[in-house]
């Protein structure tokens, strides 16, 4: 039984002929700790468990005590290991090394994280996070964007949640932080006349030169509805010309081609005239780049594919000032078809399909589109057309 002895410092006390210290690490399992150490129970020794007891507590209080640490201190302990609590940043990096992501997605998690909640969160156990804590971060960053703080609260709500799947946490502190309003990009797709003249223009001024590559490129996207990383990452034995399909299986994310597209789902995209007219252009081109690459759409200056996003960007914005267009990304080539084929009045799985979209997602992006003027034609069937419950009523007046 421990012995209290006046004039021992708060913490140390007397077990048998050794001592023994007291401490409370906050987030170890359990918190409350005793240690004996062996020391003798003179001056000398006292002051010895004193002084390590001091820097046990600094150590908790800047948040520096980890398990290798604990177990230099106190050699001989009888607390497991396994049981200590991972700081947010040892979780966090675990967590994200057991995701199965792409670099570039991995990237963005990572810079995420290190920016907005590693400097508060770091070194706190990952169970001792409150949402009192994450309110504190939240008031006292300069957001830059709405769009900014959503990210970061939902990426920080990934790594709570799975803390939480995995029994360090009874529910997520993240949850009950409000996120801001997911703002919509606005669709601003070009018109089928706009798209043809961009085209035009750029075959009539690019013509015979490495850089008619990126005039067939536009005319490939404004065709297709590719996704701009996924044209980048088009190879030639991807294009089947016989049954008029692209394989659409990888995309070019921080200028390195990923094996995967967007949604994990490989698509077959058909390939009418144009699309077609813009591969036949760029065989032709290939022929002037004298370049290795099983790449569809190398870049102009040199390298197997388009590493820069920007790349093609560069022809499309003199083109549309030289045509005094307004300007728009190279994304809005994949809404320009998108809502070419709604208003043409195809069907909208059909569409959804080739775009690698859910009908679901289709809807909710084009609706404005979707409306034309056969809406009224649409409307009268209600009015020409049998509706079950007269002809029941119809039939409980014959019989």
């Known amino acids: 039984m421990a012995r209290k002895h006046m004039g021992l410092p708060p913490g140390v006390e007397f077990v048998g002929d050794t001592i023994r210290v007291r401490f409370t690490w906050r987030g170890a399992t359990p918190p409350r700790r005793c240690e004996t150490l062996k020391l003798p129970q003179t001056p000398k020794g006292i002051s010895a468990a004193a002084g390590l007891l001091t820097r046990v507590k ?4 800047h948040q520096a005590l980890d398990d290798d640490k604990y177990a230099q201190l106190f050699p001989n302990t009888s607390y ?15 967590w994200l090394d ?19 909640w590693m400097p508060y969160l770091a070194m706190l156990p990952v169970n001792a996070v409150s949402a009192f804590d994450i309110r504190k971060i939240v008031v006292a960053t300069e957001w830059k964007s709405p769009t900014a703080k959503r990210t970061a609260l939902v990426r920080l709500r990934a790594v709570l949640r799975s803390a939480v799947n995995d029994g360090w946490l009874d529910k997520n502190p993240a949850l009950g932080i409000d996120l801001p309003s997911k703002s919509k990009r606005k669709i601003d797709p070009f018109t089928q006349s706009e798209a043809d003249r961009i ?16 005039a067939c490129l536009i005319e490939f996207s404004l065709y297709t509805g590719m996704r701009p990383g996924e044209v980048r990452a088009l190879r030639w034995d991807e294009i089947n010309e016989a049954k008029r399909i692209a394989r659409v299986c990888r995309i070019v994310v921080d200028g390195e081609v990923a094996e995967r597209i967007k949604n994990r789902k490989p698509r077959n995209v058909l390939l009418n005239d144009r699309a077609l007219h813009a591969l036949e252009r760029a065989k032709q081109v290939k022929e002037i780049l004298n370049q290795k690459t099983d790449f569809i759409f190398p870049p102009a200056q040199g390298g197997e594919w388009m590493q820069d996003p920007d790349g093609p ?14 300007e728009r990304r190279l994304y809005d ?21 080739q775009l690698g979209h859910t009908v679901e997602v289709l809807l909710s992006t084009y609706a404005e589109w979707i409306n034309t003027d056969g809406d009224w034609t649409e409307l009268n069937k209600l009015v020409t057309a049998p509706i079950g419950t007269k002809l029941v ?7």
């Open 58 to 61: 600094q150590l908790i209080d």
């Open 313 to 326: 960007t560069g022809y499309l914005k003199p083109t549309l000032a030289a045509l005094g267009i307004r």
């Open 199 to 214: 085209i035009e223009h750029m075959y009539t001024t690019l013509a015979g030169k490495r850089t008619e590559i990126y």
């Open 80 to 94: 497991a290991v396994s049981k200590r609590v991972p700081t947010f940043r040892d979780y966090a990096q675990v």
């Open 98 to 116: 057991s995701r199965e992501i792409v670099a570039g997605t991995r990237k963005n998690y990572r810079s995420s994280l290190n920016q907005h």
């Open 393 to 399: 009523q119809q039939e409980s007046v014959n019989d």
């Open 333 to 353: 080539t994949r809404h320009t078809y998108a809502t070419m084929c709604l208003m043409a009045g195809m069907n909208v799985a059909f569409i959804a399909n």
